[in-house]
């Protein structure tokens, strides 16, 4: 059994933070992380300040530019002697399965992944025969440096995660946390590390070759000297994220918080329900009094939470909702699961946005910062705002697979300087990078904002009769369960 490592001694991450810990006992400090570009090099910066231990859970792991660089990182750490552990869902790994054995080889890295394939070939045949087991996933996605600093979130490791690409990118959210979080955040790795689901890779990869370790830094080295690389690396030179946090530079929100998660053993399925982070939110959130602000990429609630939603609305409270609309969702089947629950939420007063593929106002932007990759994005952030007071930034769908499938982690924030910032988007950014959908009699209309223009479509925007036909076949199919 692998355990959390007391410290012994003070580390470079750790004197850093002394002075406003100090300044601030028994609070956390956050600083939000929205820009993919900023998200990449805090991780980054954090594997190199790390001195003793880098706890690290992600549920994707994308083999390119910027998953080997992270990769990389790691190992670079564990060649100073830093104590890695590596905990993946074993859903996205395909193909690396020689890159992780390479990684497990090194003396101080340990690799393990949750519920995985015993077929490493044919995965497929794997959902034939343990369906059950392995349609359970592990959605956790954390970054600890020494128990001392850790980033929590929505966001994988990808190149569509990071603004490392040309491809469509994810708009999503992080928080980077130091203090009493960060430690709570090592202290429940520990409970997925040890779990019945999480298995040592050496018990399912092939063994790695002598030089396997050797050929992989070669291999990354080479990597981060590409033109790609090279092009990536200059846009984020200039970024003194982290560098500022180590020197005290940087300014951080302290309030109390409390780490949130779901009992690992959901991933076999015998979790008990006050143990499912479900039940642990509605317990510590409370009662919704004024405002509910939701940030969800796949926005499937259940019948209760659907009905506990309309009836704060027809209460009074102001409800706002954004995800995906259908042209930037990534996951189509997931929208039939969202869209025919549309009329309801609307009848109850609940103002509904989904976040168009591109704008003006996101395009304008993009060139502002000489990017040249593709303004099109897809929401990808999970998080919400409570009364302008609380706000829950992690892994958390408002879908049926987050409350009963895929284990979920996340912080609950008593601040109300950033959870009247969340709140506030809607009123700025939301509109004009969104559409606002609207009953008209029976029929919904999606309302498009660039400029003084306001256009009124009667279809979903961006959509084909194909598309539009399939999503609603599916929305007649008893599935919520899987989305």
Request: glycine fraction near 6%; proline fraction near 3%.
């Amino acid at each position: 059994m692998s355990a959390v490592v007391p410290t012994a001694a003070a580390c470079p991450l750790e004197e850093s933070l002394a002075v406003q810990t100090c300044a601030h006992a028994g609070e956390s400090g956050f600083l939000s992380l929205q820009d993919g570009r900023g998200s990449f090099v805090a991780r980054a910066l954090l594997a190199d300040a790390a001195a003793r231990t880098l706890d690290v859970q992600y549920y994707i792991w994308r083999n390119d530019l910027s998953g080997i660089l992270l990769f990389d990182a790691l190992r670079r750490a564990a060649d100073r002697g830093v104590r890695v552990r590596l905990l993946l869902d074993d859903n996205n790994t395909g193909g690396m399965d020689a890159t992780l054995a390479a990684l497990d080889s090194h003396p101080n890295i340990q690799v393990r992944l949750f519920n995985p394939f015993r077929q490493r070939r044919w995965r497929w045949l794997g959902y034939l025969t343990d369906f059950s087991r392995l349609n359970r996933r592990m959605h956790n996605k954390s970054f600890t440096a020494d128990g001392h600093a850790t980033i929590v979130g929505g966001r994988n490791i990808g190149d569509e995660y990071f603004d490392a690409g040309k491809q469509a990118l994810f708009v999503d959210l992080d928080v980077l946390g130091v203090g009493p979080v960060a430690d709570a955040v090592e202290q429940d790795f520990d409970r997925y590390w040890n779990c019945a689901s999480a298995v040592p890779a050496a018990r399912v990869l092939p063994a790695a070759s002598a030089d396997a370790l050797d050929d992989f830094a070669a291999a990354a080295s080479a990597r981060a000297r590409g033109p790609g690389a090279i092009a990536y690396f200059d846009s984020i030179r200039q970024s003194t994220l982290l560098r500022d946090l180590l020197g005290a530079r940087q300014a951080l929100v302290w309030s109390s918080a409390r780490l949130v998660s779901d009992d690992p053993k959901k991933g076999l399925a015998h979790a008990r329900e006050n143990d499912l982070m479900v039940a642990k939110l509605a317990r510590i959130l409370g009662t919704v009094e004024h405002g509910l602000c939701v940030i969800s990429p796949y926005f499937v609630p259940t019948r209760r939470g659907n009905a506990f939603i309309c009836d704060r609305a027809r209460e009074g409270v102001q409800v706002a909702v954004l995800t995906n609309a259908m042209e930037a969702t990534d996951v189509l089947a997931v929208h039939s699961g969202y869209a025919k629950r549309r009329h309801a939420l609307l009848r109850a007063g609940v103002k509904l946005y989904e976040l168009r593929r591109s704008s003006l106002a996101r395009r304008r932007w993009w060139r502002a910062q000489g990017f040249h990759g593709s303004s099109a994005s897809s929401l990808h952030a999970k998080t919400f705002s409570v009364d302008r007071q609380r706000l829950f930034i992690g892994s958390f769908n408002f879908d049926q697979r987050s409350v009963s499938l895929n284990t979920e982690m996340g912080f609950v924030i008593d601040s109300a300087e950033m959870a009247a910032a969340s709140a506030d988007m809607f009123r700025n950014a939301v509109p004009e990078n969104a559409y606002e959908v609207r009953l008209r009699g029976r029929r919904l209309e999606w309302i498009e904002r660039n400029d003084a223009a306001v256009i009124v479509h009667r279809r979903e925007p961006g959509s084909t009769f194909w598309q539009r036909a399939f999503v609603r076949v599916l929305g007649w199919l008893p599935i919520d369960w899987l989305l």
